[in-house]
């Protein structure tokens, strides 16, 4: 006798109604990429300490890795695969990363980039501490933090401008 329990999922993912039968106890990240195929989201520690699986859940950042997936129910999930335009550009901090060379082995840059959009999207101005504290779940075991730090701090700076000049 099987002890599985099966429930319906119906939660948005990268903006697309998603509905799925999934086991009770698998975890959002299982679901992502076994269910859905979303590959960016990574598989790393499995204990919510790494970062490398960070979506986004209703626009907050979570580790999808100790996040049930029944938890999604009426939802938006977010995941890196979200971000790119229709017309198949990437979004500004995925080319910070990419031009202030935030990126090296590239594990951890999807969660990272997940983390960063969220923080970049208030529209706030934070200082390099502050930017620092906010990625503080993300690791990067090829030490980039400063480059990480330049990129999303590139982005934060030309969003913030671009809305100052909309208001004038």
């Known amino acids: 006798m099987s002890d599985m329990q099966y429930k319906e999922l119906k939660f948005t993912v990268n903006g697309k109604e998603r509905s799925l039968m999934i086991d009770v106890r698998a975890?959002?990240?299982?679901?992502?990429?076994?269910?859905?195929?979303?590959?960016?989201?990574?598989?790393?520690?499995e204990v919510g300490e790494c970062g490398a699986c960070?979506?986004?859940?209703?626009?907050?950042?979570?580790d999808s890795c100790i996040y049930l997936a029944i938890w999604a129910e009426g939802k938006e999930?977010?995941?890196?695969?979200?971000?790119?335009?229709?017309?198949?550009s990437i979004?500004?901090?995925q080319q910070d990363f990419i031009d202030e060379a935030a990126v090296q082995c590239g594990f951890c840059t999807p969660g990272l980039i997940m983390t960063a959009y969220s923080v970049v999207s208030t529209g706030q101005r934070y200082t390099?501490?502050?930017?620092r504290h906010k990625l503080a779940g993300n690791m990067c075991r090829c030490t980039g933090y400063h480059n990480i730090i330049n990129?999303?701090?590139?982005?934060?700076?030309r969003r913030i401008e671009a809305a100052e000049a909309e208001d004038k």
């Open 151 to 157: 990129a999303v701090e590139k982005t934060m700076l």
């Open 27 to 45: 975890s959002l990240l299982e679901v992502l990429r076994n269910d859905l195929r979303l590959h960016s989201v990574k598989k790393g520690c």
């Open 91 to 93: 979004s500004d901090i």
């Open 128 to 131: 390099r501490d502050e930017l």
């Open 54 to 62: 960070t979506v986004l859940v209703d626009g907050e950042p979570f």
């Open 77 to 88: 999930i977010m995941t890196v695969e979200g971000l790119v335009g229709e017309d198949c």
